[in-house]
């Protein structure tokens, strides 16, 4: 899948998936959303919500750290 941004958000729609969509809008951080689970699995993703950044896969605590930190 082609995405336009270097920020892609790997959600099934859990609650840290929903918290950590909040967190990006907040910051007004530009983002891609994939959900489809086939996409994810030829990742090697095998929990949600994950963060790509720039070609790096973040789990959701390493996630609320960038969104955190970004933009400061």
Same mark, same amino acid.
């Given at each position: 899948?082609?995405?336009?941004?270097?920020?892609?958000? $790997?959600?099934?729609?859990?609650?840290?998936? %929903?918290?950590?969509?909040?967190?990006?809008?907040?910051?007004? =951080?530009? $983002?891609?959303?994939?959900?489809?689970?086939? =996409?994810?699995?030829? %990742?090697?993703?095998?929990?949600?919500?994950?963060?790509?950044?720039?070609?790096? =896969?973040?789990?959701?605590? %390493?996630?609320?750290?960038?969104?955190? %930190? $970004?933009?400061?």
């Amino acid at each position: 899948m082609e995405t336009k941004n270097n920020i892609v958000l $790997y959600t099934i729609g859990c609650p840290n998936c %929903k918290t950590l969509e909040r967190r990006l809008n907040a910051k007004k =951080i530009e $983002y891609d959303i994939i959900s489809d689970v086939d =996409i994810m699995n030829e %990742k090697g993703i095998k929990s949600a919500p994950m963060l790509e950044v720039n070609g790096e =896969i973040l789990n959701f605590g %390493k996630a609320l750290q960038w969104v955190n %930190k $970004y933009g400061v």
